[in-house]
């Protein structure tokens, strides 16, 4: 079986929204916040999964705050837009697209910031774990 290998991004920029984000059962998101997330990861891979159509590698890019950290279990830390984008841009566009597992994103609200997505996708080679944080501004 394969094993499964996380990966954490952070700083995802997501615009004001006029959403609870009190908890739901279990901690997970109320169903508004958690509908918006869902939208939103999908929009933000579909451009990535693109990202070697032109202007796709850029749609992708605005989904990030130019200060992201991103977390890769095989390529380390990359600590800002401009480097994950160039690494996007060398190791993924044209070679493997990123697929989320059917059912597997949840939402977890983090009060006064925004929230904690963690989902299974497929990408280049097995499935892995994700989880990414969505600040709310």
């Known amino acids: 079986m394969p094993?499964?290998?996380?990966?954490l991004s952070a700083a995802l920029l997501v615009p004001a929204l006029a959403l609870a984000v009190e908890p739901g059962p279990e901690g997970e998101a109320p169903a508004p916040l958690a509908e918006?997330?869902?939208?939103?990861?999908?929009?933000?891979?579909?451009a990535f999964n693109r990202c070697d159509e032109p202007g796709q590698l850029d749609r992708h890019a605005a989904f990030f705050s130019p200060s992201v950290e991103f977390y890769h279990d095989?390529?380390?830390?990359?600590?800002?837009?401009?480097?994950?984008?160039?690494?996007?841009?060398?190791?993924?566009?044209?070679?493997?697209r990123r697929?989320?597992?059917?059912?597997?994103?949840?939402?977890?609200?983090?009060?006064?910031?925004?929230?904690?997505?963690?989902?299974?996708?497929?990408?280049?080679?097995?499935?892995?774990?994700?989880?990414?944080?969505?600040?709310?501004?």
């Not at 918006?36 to 579909?46: G, I, P, Q, R, S």
């Not at 997505?117 to 994700?130: D, E, G, K, M, Y």
């Open 74 to 96: 095989n390529g380390g830390v990359t600590w800002n837009r401009e480097a994950m984008i160039a690494n996007t841009a060398k190791f993924v566009c044209g070679n493997f």
């Open 36 to 46: 918006t997330l869902a939208a939103l990861d999908t929009a933000a891979f579909d």
């Open 99 to 137: 697929e989320l597992v059917p059912g597997t994103l949840r939402v977890y609200p983090v009060k006064d910031f925004g929230a904690i997505t963690r989902a299974c996708i497929v990408s280049a080679r097995s499935p892995t774990a994700a989880a990414r944080a969505w600040r709310i501004s």
């Open 3 to 7: 094993r499964h290998l996380p990966f």
